[in-house]
């Protein structure tokens, strides 16, 4: 279940080398026994292709080593030394201070005192619900460090509140454990112990170190928030314990009381003053033990006790306990047990997303989503039924490591990662929506439909071949007939060229074309390859259900009730034909349908599709992506405008659904009118921007902006994502090199400097729509300050440029401003951000930057 980077983390503990600097140097020391461990889980020594490494180790063998692992890839190294003799495999992604690989989180020295062979962990769920992916995190975590110490994991249910716990949650979590690929030790069962705890606490009683209380829920918050101690808590023992065996009997005085510990009631962290170790459990009987127990112990006994009695050594827990962790030594310490190492860990949180178990229980409960495998849900059967692949999780989960770096993170990381793994492996089909099927018919076509064999993959043969039908009328899609025109030489993609000689016209929509085949013509050469399916009688129809966001709002406070904010559009179906081919999926399988994005079938007969997310194509609330099928705009003369048409065939589900995405608009100049915090425009009035001198400053669109979202970029590790607000209705997405120079948290809502009109391009997949000014110098990269009261979305001003902006800047060699402009970008003696030597301004002041004399770009 191992993800290639933390292992080869760790391979140093392991082989009982030396601490060394990097991926290199350890696999290349490693002896045959690590070599081969390593390889059982591995194709290549430092990451998911071959690299420099696999060669240099390779070279180190005489022959085939015997061991099975590195014969394997020994044989597969060989081959691949044969086939391409001359080929410079790259070097191994490596961190030289840390030796760990690429956007990889480490995992060393997070066990304090651990020792190869004998580290314990633990797994222990509430069985009060599915599993969601930040269980998945911790779960994964605590299989992880135990295998590579060479230790085990244990699970155990954690199941001593009965009010909560089904055994169908219990199954769902022993199955979803199974998916995840974690090997554990026997089950156990908290509530097995129950009998041992009600010794410890009739000991702890004795002791004078519990006491059991009668004030009720509201009072004893009151009491403890104020450190007011209980009137109980001095009651003899005599008395106590007679008290803790009417709650045992489940009696009518005995419901009456809880078993407080007796720690500290002045104690600054609240947890430690006096917390309840034990109440009464009457109203539900236990899913396992029936109406056996009537008191149970508090997660925060039983858990201290039952992991030092079984062996664990080091407890692993995400940060929301950190305040519990003092309450976690003391029972230890009570009861004379063995020492536990608790460590910890962030918990995992993303935007629009809730995973609270009892928030998650009310969304099934009201119906909001059809059940805990709803693929719009966080949890681990909803992102599997949703697409996503066990793999991608394990990495993704890796990637963040045991890190204590809270934050909220965007999905779109991990559905790239996702992107990654079903890419190569996945077949392609083509399904058009019915509603923009156009009719073109070939003069030359076959006169019956013939079946031609295409590959499944058009990179990898070996995945098997799909019968393609070639007809004498195939349907395009309405989007890209739009900008057809008669004449114009086209390419059916995996059959041919065609040359339109027709085209029909209701109004200014395309009713159909025609035209004949033209296969000797190269597919280079023509500027459409467009997707196609033959007129035949059994194409077949297909759902393609696009999902977006459960919740309208990424954050919630503690007052604030998420239900409040469920999404009516996060769900949308539309109804398409596809290829016949298709029907050769079965129910799990992930596809590729070719300019339409990646699915996963949810439903054979009827087919559904659920759309993957592929991390590239952001989506706020309420708004899914929308450029599946659209059409490619047309630059060639005589090209006319084409408006969207509303699309039919659309069934919105009655709960959160009918979710599309509308691209944020580029950014664009507020037009006429005096600029807000700028001027009247002068000089040339009414002449186009573009006619102005290239280094004319106010034909850059300067803006105040505020960094509202930040994140990683999830394939460029030197880039962060920010959406910048400027006043407009839509933030603008900008990606920035910033990440070796600013923080996440320093980066968000920073006030700064934005070019609002720069040609949006696409940075590693993700693009972007504007530049952030920045000063260079002495002191390292600093983003432009904008002075106190300057206001959001306010254009800055330089005197002596004044004037409207470019639309949107032209990039050309010898027709950019920028180009121009940028030399002449300096900060002055006194820090102050200037232009030909004259300050730019906001309404507020300069702005300005520590660096001096330095140029600003």
Known sequence: FFVSRPIRAFQSARVGRAHCSGVYTMAASMDLAGLNKLLACESYLAGPKPTQLDFTKWAEFKACPKEENVARWWKHIDSLKRLFPYKKWPAAEVEKETGKAKDEASLENRLVGAVQGQVVTRFPPEPSGYLHIGHAKAALLNATYAQVYGGKVLLRFDDTNPSKEKMEYQQAIIDDLKLLGIQHEPLTFTSDYIADFEKDMERLIREGKAYVDDTNADQMKIERDAGTES?????????????????????????????RGKIDMQCPNKCMRDPVFYRCKVDEPHHRHGTKYKAYPTYDFCCAIIDAREGVTHALRSLEYSDRKAMFYWVIEALGLRHVELSEFSRMNFDYTVLSKRKLTKLVDTGVVT??????????????????????????????GGSRNTNSMSWDKIWAINKQKIDPVVPRYCAIEKGSLVELTLSDGPEKPTIKKENLHPKDPSMGTKDMYLAKKVYLRKEDAQVLSEGEEVTLMHWGNVIVEKITKKGDAVASMSGKLHLEGNPKNTKYKLNWLPVVDNLVDVTLRELGFLFTKPTFTDEEDPLDFINPNSQTDTVASAEPAILNLKKGDRLQLERGGYYICDQEKPMILIEIPDGRTKKISGEARDDTWKGKEKDAKGAKDTKKEEKPNKEVAAKPNNNKKEEAPKAAPEKGGKEKGGKQPAGKKGAPAADRPLDDLARLDLRVGKITK?????????????????????????????????????MQDRMLVVI????????????????????????????????????????????????????????????????????ELKTNANGEGTYKGVTITTSAGVITSKNKDSPIS
């Open 231 to 259: 009137k109980c808590r001095n009651l003899p023992v005599d008395e106590n314990l007679r008290r803790f065996k009417e709650m045992l009997k489940g009696s009518k005085e005995g419901l009456t009381y809880a078993c």
């Open 371 to 400: 059940g805990w495998d709803d693929p719009r849900m966080p949890t681990v059967r909803g992102v599997l039924r949703r697409g996503l692949t066990v793999e991608a999780l394990k990495e993704f989960v890796m990637t963040q």
């Open 710 to 746: 930040v994140w990683a970029h999830p394939e460029a590790d030197r880039l962060w994502c920010e959406e910048i607000d400027i006043g407009r209705e839509q933030p603008l997405a900008v990606c920035s090199g910033l990440r070796e120079h600013y923080k996440q948290e320093e």
């Open 756 to 823: 609002a009109n720069m040609k949006p391009c696409k940075m590693k997949g993700i693009e972007s729509q504007g530049m952030v000014l920045c000063s260079t110098g002495p002191g390292g990269v600093e983003l432009m300050k904008v002075p106190e009261g300057a206001k959001i979305g306010e254009r800055l001003t330089c005197a002596g440029y004044e004037g409207e902006p470019d639309e949107v800047l032209n990039t050309k060699t010898g027709k950019n401003p920028l180009e121009v402009i940028k030399p």
